[in-house]
Structures are given as structure tokens and as C-alpha cells.
């Protein structure tokens, strides 16, 4: 009865939001549930409470005139929500980031993860009322291949040899190496499914919950319900997506009503958030980071004294406490942390704040001053690299800090100049995130750090299965970077959004704001 | 005086010109392009290469510049570059929007800092006079955006009399619209009035101190029929300027409001033109603003033609 | 004292007291303008030694409270005896960083200021009294510059080359300094209209003399009432461009971006950090009312006679 009573209560938990579905498996779990039937408690939990109707506004910060739907486009909350609404993926990403079926009715791989297969459902349709196949799928996935394709999202499937109809509803990816990640990746939120043929994507088709109904670049857009939607879901009549872009307004918005559900909130504003009533925070913790990178040829990065000394310098708890307001953790110069369960390797040596020492290991660099750009690509960069400046003044060290705009920072400064600002936001897995940014030939390396031990660390674990072996090799990588490569990270931030306490249901994926995107398909309104 | 306005209406179209050449100038110094933008962090030379030449950035120059004026001759202002939707379609609605807060707020503030304007320089150093210099002065004297969140957070969040944002679907009615875009029309009305109330005072007492005033005063004129009849005609044309200056202003440079409100209007579109490089969209955009400023110069121009006697035969 | 006699006065009789008779008097000021170039003198003071009379660097963070506990989170704290405006947003001390401030922003401005009147006046004149071809050639340029958005001008010269203190001045100082040319050859225009200038030019006097005998003088009041809200201007174009991001580097204080960047803190209330943005909204008001009441107190003294003491 008890544990009735406390499954029935980790339940509203769920559902109110206050306690993530990954939170409440384990609690359930600890109490005695067996694992199948936790999974089930989580989807049933959802879906019998979840109330159909209502429509609600959310803002959202960055948008403009590039406002897209071309899912090989999006670049901002904004887009990734629209897509959420508009499509479908093959796979979704759980909460705790397991990829699952979506349009994708079953998928797996053969051995050395070379070769996936997916089955493709049958019973979906376009919102044209035309039916979803494997030309469908195949048309899409290689609009991100090939030297013509201009997807934001191609470096991820630069390993994919082809994308092959094997029937009208099952298609395979040949990939040249192992690719266990595929899957995870598939969930990312550019590999949306578009109609076969598909150019125009001003008004596309798509499959997802929600059907668009008017969309201004810039400005916002309308989606009403698709009533001949394939699964539950698509709780509200209708939702509507627009921008405010500058933060104080989008929080007076919530709080005057104007919106009900907003993105990105400044953590100075959590005080005006936390206090008002029928508002909710919704913080989810993820592994977005916020940090500084030296070039590896240049003068700063190439100096392992310098670089040594730029990490002793940082405040990492004052950073946390002061710029996040609590809402994120200390970083250990090192991209993975607790986010990326058990693939976080928890039990590496601080890299602690000591002045003394970084004052006698900057003598011994023989560099004298330093300049570094600084950008606000993550709330708190700019006031992050003006901490680090004070702390360099007070060991006697200058360090100019050039604040630059954001617009063209990653063209023009980033992996150009010594030593700038850099943010990530989470990857689905630990090793698509070492991939990416620390692999010694990754075209999106902050430093062009180059570790001839990541690259064959990188490989075995791609192909890796065990996990026990998986963590060694994880844990050998993310000692290298914290001590070696020359980037600092002194802190991971958690995505801040707040809701009207009227919505319930938003999941909490730590891969993008509101759960990712995927509160579009599965929150709902309490009438 | 015809053969001078029809002279100053074809220098305004060869200034037309000109500033199609400065905006495109301008636009060249701008580092990076919105294939990069676009890409962003994931951006690799292959990926950069195929979208440019996708979004046509790899033509030269002057091929550009000819494409652009051919389009503006012919009316296609063309596509722009990172959404992909035409210009016009961004254009049509937020065009829309701008002239509907710039019309309300000069229609309210136009009669009324003149007015104001009047009557202080009617008894300067009076109370009165004070009291407008004063108010005026502190309008202008504080940052516009915090005037605006200011108004936001008590008329807004703490009263909820007004929408806190603007936000606009397009298929609102006239006086649903004018709800909505109460508070960023209030907020202009207050910078706009404050200056032109100043610059009107300014203007009369000017005229108030030149020799043939001071003969009317001698003559014993009152001093009301003074201003009225002499001195404000007189200095029509520094006070029309002005107000020209405040509705160029009201269409171009009310980016601030428009991104605390966020009401759609053309300033922010250009702002988010420049800050994605869509060099078309911002050419569109500066073309609109130094067309409308071009435009009411001259409009100011013929009234201080008509207005000023010694102007208008010349010797 | 003006305005006791005005009460006493009937109103028909008023013109008798017109201020705007030019004066023959030296500099007068009411005892509000007193008070208001008691002001402009304490900020140019500050201006001058606020770096050494604040308690804190600019830069400074406030980590500790005076016994030397640490503070949990030292971010838009109310005022203390230790920090006597609170701090900002980051954590550091307003009161020292509006001292500091007063340096940047009252410097960055008088130097935009002068720079516009000299470009302007020299240009704006020039076409007036040369007429043709200059006239129009110079006049036709600077439309085309005028003609642009400020603020869209300031956007693309800082993305093309940055934002410094140097550039900031030549920006706003050039802005400026095409809308100062439009109204000093306005004025000037009608000045050289007038017969006492033809009576000149009959006489045969050069334009140099025209110039600085009879048109400056007599355009001189007007621009200098503009002056002081030219200077707001200023002010205030730096601040649009920090609310944009671009304003003035930091840690350096400006009064402006300090108004941005601690405007959260108006949203907080008075215990969350509000004082950290009025404080400099406050200091930029104080300064710039206080200048064009100056200015305005003399021209209403003086008038037309201004124009000598101020050329």
C-alpha cells in the first residue's frame, strides 16, 4: 500500500513537472518496480492524464529573418521547436537520452555497428494525406550527404557511405567505420523526415503533431493540431511560436500573461521568476558548456605553463554561484560531466583554484600579457572571461579581454584568434562530443588541439561494446583533455526556461530548452 | 520659386541614387557572409563553398550591385539570402506595422509639442515655461529602453492595463492593434514630443531676437501676435526640418523599441539583416529608410522655400 | 527674480520685460542655473579624479563583506555601508564604477560633441555662404549620410571594425556632425539673406569675414541651445548601441551600458538590484538637464548678444 501510495505520489511528481521522467524511473525502481513495467508507468503516467485542448504562446529568444523550416537549416530553439511541430524523426530521444522508435517502428545494427536498419511504420501519413515510405526517408537523409548539401548537420554523417532503400518500408545506412552513436545522432534534431521530392520549404509537408497554419520569418508562426496524427500526443488545439528577443521582455511577457511558456531565462531574473505566483522555473540540468580556447599553434595554446595557469585562475564555484545562480556545475575543464551518465568519468583531480601557482607557471611561460575575444555566446561568457581578467590583475598578469559581437563570431574569431570564447551545447552521447570538438583531425576543434592518444581512444570506442571498457576508455579521454588540451571550461550550464504552472507534461531532455523541443508533441494544458 | 521646387525634387531623385551606392558600399565593409552565419560553429570549407554558391554570394561585385539596381528598377527587391522567403513578403507586413506607430505617434505628438513649444516660447521663463523645459528635457535626458521597461513593469507586469509586448498576428482591427501597441506608442510619444517641443521653443525665441522683431516689439505690437504672426513663420523652416528628422527617426531608428516590445517593424528586420549578413534584405531595408528620409527632406525643403519670402525671390 | 517681476507685470506690458531683447549685461545666471553649473562642476570633477576617489577599481568584484565572510552570491546586493549604491549585476561596486564612469562617458561625449560642432559648423557654414557647387555637393553628401539610420551605421561600422573608445568618438562624432551641418546652414541661410549681409557683400568683404562677423555670431545661440541635447544625443546613441552590445568595452564603466546591463535589476525592485540602474540613469540625467538648463538660463538673459560670448 505504501509503495502504492508513493508510486501514485512520484507520479504527480512526474506529471507536474517537478521531478524528471529519468528521476521518477529510478525512484520507482528504488521501490521495487521491475524495469519494464517503470517504463511503462512513465509512458502510461503520461499519456492517461495528459488533457487535450487549449492553446498556448511561447516565446522565444533568437529569431529573425532566417527563420526556417528546412530541417537541414535550423539553427535556433525557435526552428528546432517549429520542426518538432511540423515533423517527425526516425528516432526520439528518451529523457535520459536512449534513443527510441519514432517513424522508426524497430532499428539495429549488425556487429561492428557498420550497417543499421531501420523498419519504417506503416501507418503514418503527411499532413497532405499522402503515405509515408522509404523513399520518403531516403530523400531526407541524403539531403545532409554529398559535396552539394548544405545541412548544417553533414559533419555528423561524414562516416554514412549511403543511405539504401532495401523495401518500400525499410532502409539501411552503410557506414565506412563502426558507428555505434548513429541512432543517438538520428534523434538530434536536423534529421527530420520531409516529403520525397521536397524543395520548396516555405510551406513543406510534413508528418509531425501539428500542422502550420501561418508561419512571418522573424516574426512567429500558428500550428493547429493534425487530427490524423499517427500516435497520442498533440495535446493543444493550437500553438504559437514567436520571439522576444530581448530577455527582460520575455520575462515581464510570462509574467503579464502575454506568454505561457518562455525560453532561455536570464539567471538574474530567477528572482522575479521565483517569486511570482503560477509561475514555474522548469531548470534542466545538461552538459552546455561555456568556456575559453587557446589556439594549439598559437602563442597561448602552444604554451602548456599559459594554458596550466588559465585554468588555476578560474573561480569555478563563484562562477556557478554568482553567474549561474546555482544553476549548473563546476566544470573540470573537461566537456563530459554527470549529464552524460555513466559515461562521465567522476573521479578526476580538480583542477583547483591556485593564484600562487598560476602566478610562478605564467613567470615560467614568459608570456607577459595576453589578449582574448569574448562574445556572450552563452549567457555568462563575456562575465566569465571578466572574472578571469580581474584574477589575472590581482597575480599582476594583463589580460586584455576584447568584448566582440555575436553576429560573425564563429566565422570571424572562433579557431581564428589565439585565445576567444567558446560554448557547446549538449551532445547525445559523450563520444559524439569528444568527436566532435577534441578529435585531433575535427574540423570543429575550438584549438586544433592535436592528441595522437584521442584518436585511438576515439576509435576503439566507437567500436566498443562493453561497458565496462567503455568507461576506461572514457575516463583515459577525459583526463588527457582536463589536464592537457587547452581549453577551459569552468562550469556546464542548465537550460532555464519557465512556464505557466497551467502546463504540465514538459519533458526533460537536456539537449536543447524545453526539453529539447519535445514539449511541443507532449505537454498539455490543465482546462 | 516653381523652378527651384522642381530643381530640389530632381536633386531628391539623383540623391535616390546616391544613396543606392552608399548602401551598397556599406554593405560590402561588413566581414563575413551569411553562408558563415548560417553554418555558424559547424561550418567546414566544403559545406561553406556549396551554400554560397547555392545563395549566389560568389557572383562579383559588380554583377551584384547591377542585379540589385536592375531588381529595385523592376520592383523585385529579391530573396532574402538566409530564410529563403522573398523580401517583399518580409517587408509587406513589418512596413505595415512601422507606419502605423510612426503615423499614431506623430499624429498625437506633432500638434502636441507644438503647442507646447508655443507656449513657453510665448512667456519664456515663466513657470509654465519651466515646468515644459523641465519635463522635456528629463524625457529625453534618461535612455529611451529604460523609459520603456519602466512603462512595461508598471503598466504591464504590476497593473496589466496594457500587453507587455506587441506582438502582432497581422489580422488584428485597427483599434485591437492600437490596444496592443499602446505602450511602444506611448514610449515614442514621450522621446519624440519631448525633442520637438524643445526644438520649437528653441526655434521661436531664435526669430524672437532678429532686428525686425524687435522693430514689431518697438512698434508695440503684443507680443502674442508677435509670435504667431511673425516669428513662427519665420521659423517654420528649422521646426519643419525637425519634424522631419522625428519621422525619418520613427521609421528607421526605433530599432530598441521594437526589440523590447517585439512588435515587428522594419527596423529590427534590418538590424537582423546586418547581425545574419542577408546583404539583400539590409540593402532593402536602407533603401526604404533613405528613400523616406530623402523623401521628407525634401518635403521640408519646399515648405522652407514656401514659407521664407526672401527664399522664395531670390535675387 | 525674472519671474517675481513677470507676475507683477500686465500682460499687454509684457514685451517691455522681453529677455530676448539682446542684454547688455555680463553672464547672469537664475539661481537654478547655480545649482544646475554646481552640478555640471561636481561631474567634471568626478570626471577628473572619480578613479581615485572611489572606493573600488571598475573592475573590481566585491568577494567579501568588511569582517572578510565571503558573500554567497554578491550580485545586485542592496546598498551597505560597504557598498554604498550596491553592487551591479556581476557583483561589482555602482558607486565606483559610476565615479569611474563619469570619466567615459562625459569624456566620450564632449570630444564626439566638439567634434561634430567643429566637422558640422565648418561644413554647414561653408555651404551657406559659398552656395553653388559647394553647397550642393557638400549638401548632397551629407544627406546621403543622414539619410542612413544612425543606428544601422553604427551597427555595420562596429561590425567592420570593432568597438573602441576611438571609434565610438569618430562615429558619433561624424553622425552628429551631418545633422549639425543641416541646421547651421539652415541658420545660415537665412542669416545671409537678410540685407545686413547683402549690405556686406556689397561692400565687397571676403567670405572669411562674412563668416565670422555676421554669420557666426548670429547663428551662435540657436546651436548653442542645441548643444546640450546634442550631448544627450551622444550619450544616449552610445547607450542604443551597448543595448545592442556594442557600446563601450568592458569592464570600462559608461553610465550608458551601466543603465543596459543592470537594467534587470530594475525588474528585481529595490532589493534586487534597482538602485544599480537608476543610479547611472540618474547620473546621465542629471548631467545632461543640468547643461541645457545652463544653457537655456543664458539665452534667455542674454539672447541674441549670447552669440558674441560664445564664438
Redesign the interface.
Known sequence: MIKNKYIELQKTKLLNGTIGRRKFMMSVLAAGVALPSALSFANHAAASTAKKGGSIKTAFNLHGPDDTLDPCMLTSDTDYARGRAHYNSLIQLSDDIVPQPELASSFGANADATEWSFNIRKDVVFHDGSKLTADDVIYSMRRHMGADSTSVAKGLFSVIKEWKKVGPYEVKAICETGYSDLPAILGEKHFKIVKDGTTDFINPVGTGPYKLESMRPGIGSVHVRNEDYWREGANFDSIELFGITDSISRVSALLSGDADMIISIPPNSLQQIESTEGIDLISTPSGSYMGIGMHSEKEYGSNPDFVMAMKLLQRRERIVKTLLKGHGTVGNDNPINSAYGVDFCSDLPMNAYDPDRAKALLKKSGITSAVMEAAEVSPGAVEMSLLLQRECQKIGFDLNVKKVPTDGYWSAVWQKTPMHTTAWNMRPTASIMLDMAYHPDAPWSDTFWKDERMRDLLNKVKGETDPKNRHALQCEMQKIVTENAPVVIPAHSSYLDAKSSKIHGVPKLPLGALGGGEWVEFAWLES | MWIMAARRILIGIFLIWAVSAFIFLITQILPGDAAELILGQTATDASLEALREKLGLNQAWYTQYLNWIYGLVTGDLGVSVAGGSTIADLIKFRIGNTLFVGGIVAVISIPLSLSLGLTAAMMPGSMIDRVITATTLGLIAVPDFFVAIFLILILAVGLGWFPSVSYLRGNEGFLKSLYVLTLPIFTLVLVVSAQMTRMTRAGILNVMSSPYIEMAILKGIPRRTIILRHALLNSIGPIINVIALNLAYLVSGVVIMETIFAYPGLAKLMVDGVQTRDIPLVQACGMIFCTTFVVLILIADLATIVSNPRLRHPK | M??EL?KDVPE?D??EE?????AKSRLRLSWIGKFCLGIVIFWIIIALFGSYLAPYHE???I?EDLTGNEF?????MSPTRQVLLGTD???RDVLSRIMWGARTTIGISFVATILAYIVGIFLGVTAAVAGKWTD?ILS??I???????????G??T???F??SIPILIVLSGLIYAA?VF??AR??S??II??D?V?VTRARGEGLWWIITREVLPNIA??LA??FG?RL?FII?FI??LS????GV???ISDW?SM??EN??????GFS??AIA?IAP?LA??SL??AI??II?DI??HD??SLSGKMV
Do not use: C, W
Not at chain 3, 143 to 153: A, G, K, W, Y
Not at chain 3, 243 to 246: E, N, S, Y
Open positions: 525674472k519671474n513677470e499687454t509684457a514685451y522681453l529677455h530676448d531683447v539682446p573592475a573590481h568584484f568577494e554567497d552570491d554578491p550580485s545586485f549585476y556581476i557583483g550642393a548632397r553628401s544627406e546621403v549620410v543622414l539619410s542612413f539610420p544612425s543606428i544601422m551605421l551597427l555595420i562596429i561590425a567592420a570593432g568597438s545633422s543641416r541646421i539652415a541658420l541661410l537665412d539673406v537678410q545686413f547683402e545661440m540657436p541651445t542645441d541635447i544627450i544616449l547607450s542604443s543595448f545592442l552590445g556594442l568595452q568592458p569592464p550608458g543603465v543596459r537594467l534587470q535589476g530594475l525588474a528585481n534586487g538590484g540602474t540613469a546621465i540625467a545632461t538637464i541645457n538648463i537655456d539665452s534667455a539672447g541674441g
